[in-house]
């Protein structure tokens, strides 16, 4: 807006110098041509107008001042003052080139393709135009960002290094550390930080491919053989439950077996009849006492009566 409007104070006071030399236009006007040419001129260097996502920072005679000019309409003085812009929208910066470093086992890592968005607070954008050379541009450079990346590399283990929700928030945690130290707290602020590739040489992907494979043979044959053994303990147990379950039946029965229980069950399966052949006398005598007690006699009477 300032140009045009200085463009066009120019044109009108040109216009008015050529009239004022034709014969046939009137001094007056043409006089009235050049003064509103300059006043044209100079009203569009009164004001500066802020875009959104920008700060203004006021300079007289080249001397910076502190205050920010907010967005929208800010006045100047023409021609002693100016007003410059410094960007805090949120920028990105890309990293395609790969990162390398080492885990916390020294194992060589590389990270690629790596995005990293930032923003440049606005209460510090007289700062940072009058102590940074690249004012607003590049202050997040590819060597803080590669230095932030290895340094969150030799934190993490091989089992984290390569998850993004742990690699990534360590990056940005160093990154803000080294802006921090660089242009002080709160000046830039790192937002996000996206790492698309993150991985380990190919040797050792290989091995842990094979180490992989390993583990899971052998996971396998341990269930395999905690299988067996559970299964081995379950039937010794249960012919341990038998075993003690017959023992147990085995002393009550015998417990249960007096000499009258085995007596009964003796009439109980006697027929009444002696044995015809013998081999000891005193089997037949325990026998005959035997009977003649239950039958309420002495045993001896009854063997020695003779038959008819």
Same mark, same amino acid.
């Given at each position: 807006?300032?140009?045009?409007?200085?463009?066009?104070?120019?044109?009108?006071?040109?216009?008015?110098?050529?009239?004022?030399?034709?014969?046939?236009?009137?001094?007056?006007?043409?006089?009235?041509?050049?003064?509103?040419?300059?006043?044209?001129?100079?009203?569009?260097?009164?004001?500066?107008?802020?875009?959104?996502?920008?700060?203004?920072?006021?300079?007289?005679?080249?001397?910076?001042?502190?205050?920010?000019?907010?967005?929208?309409?800010?006045?100047?003085?023409?021609?002693?003052?100016?007003?410059?812009?410094?960007?805090?929208?949120?920028?990105?910066?890309?990293?395609?080139?790969?990162?390398?470093?080492?885990?916390?086992?020294?194992?060589?890592?590389?990270?690629?393709?790596?995005?990293?968005?930032?923003?440049?607070?606005?209460?510090?954008?007289?700062?940072?135009?009058?102590?940074?050379?690249?004012?607003?541009?590049?202050?997040?450079?590819?060597?803080?960002?590669?230095?932030?990346?290895?340094?969150?590399?030799?934190?993490?283990?091989?089992?984290?290094?390569?998850?993004?929700?742990?690699?990534?928030?360590?990056?940005?945690?160093?990154?803000?550390?080294?802006?921090?130290?660089?242009?002080?707290?709160?000046?830039?602020?790192?937002?996000?930080?996206?790492?698309?590739?993150?991985?380990?040489?190919?040797?050792?992907?290989?091995?842990?491919?094979?180490?992989?494979?390993?583990?899971?043979?052998?996971?396998?044959?341990?269930?395999?053989?905690? &299988?067996? /053994?559970?299964?081995?303990? !379950?039937? +010794?147990?249960?012919?341990?439950?038998?075993? #003690?379950?017959?023992?147990? @039946? %085995?002393?009550?029965?015998?417990?249960?077996?007096?000499?009258?229980?085995?007596?009964?069950?003796?009439?109980?399966?006697?027929?009444?009849?002696?044995?015809?052949?013998?081999?000891?006398?005193?089997?037949? &005598?325990? /026998?005959?006492?035997?009977? !003649?007690? +239950?039958?309420?006699?002495?045993?001896?009477? #009854?063997?020695?009566?003779? @038959? %008819?």
């Amino acid at each position: 807006m300032n140009s045009i409007m200085l463009l066009l104070g120019l044109a009108v006071m040109i216009a008015g110098v050529v009239f004022f030399f034709l014969p046939k236009i009137k001094k007056s006007a043409a006089a009235a041509m050049l003064i509103a040419g300059f006043v044209i001129a100079v009203s569009g260097q009164c004001f500066a107008i802020v875009p959104t996502g920008y700060t203004g920072v006021r300079t007289t005679f080249g001397q910076i001042s502190e205050a920010n000019l907010p967005q929208g309409f800010n006045l100047k003085v023409p021609f002693i003052q100016s007003v410059n812009l410094v960007n805090n929208k949120q920028q990105d910066i890309s990293l395609s080139a790969q990162v390398w470093g080492e885990t916390k086992e020294k194992v060589p890592v590389f990270a690629e393709d790596v995005i990293v968005t930032y923003q440049i607070a606005g209460n510090r954008s007289s700062w940072i135009y009058a102590n940074v050379s690249q004012s607003d541009q590049d202050l997040v450079s590819a060597g803080l960002v590669s230095s932030s990346i290895k340094s969150a590399m030799v934190e993490l283990g091989v089992q984290e290094v390569t998850i993004r929700t742990h690699i990534e928030p360590l990056v940005k945690e160093k990154l803000q550390a080294a802006l921090d130290e660089k242009y002080g707290a709160a000046t830039v602020n790192v937002l996000k930080v996206v790492i698309n590739n993150m991985n380990f040489e190919e040797e050792y992907n290989q091995a842990i491919a094979e180490k992989s494979i390993a583990q899971q043979v052998y996971e396998k044959q341990q269930i395999e053989n905690e &299988t067996r /053994i559970a299964k081995a303990e !379950a039937d +010794a147990k249960a012919l341990m439950i038998e075993a #003690q379950a017959q023992a147990q @039946a %085995n002393e009550t029965l015998s417990q249960s077996l007096t000499e009258n229980v085995l007596l009964s069950k003796f009439y109980e399966k006697w027929d009444g009849k002696l044995p015809q052949v013998m081999g000891e006398h005193t089997v037949i &005598t325990a /026998i005959g006492e035997e009977i !003649a007690s +239950a039958a309420g006699g002495t045993g001896s009477e #009854q063997t020695s009566q003779p @038959a %008819n």
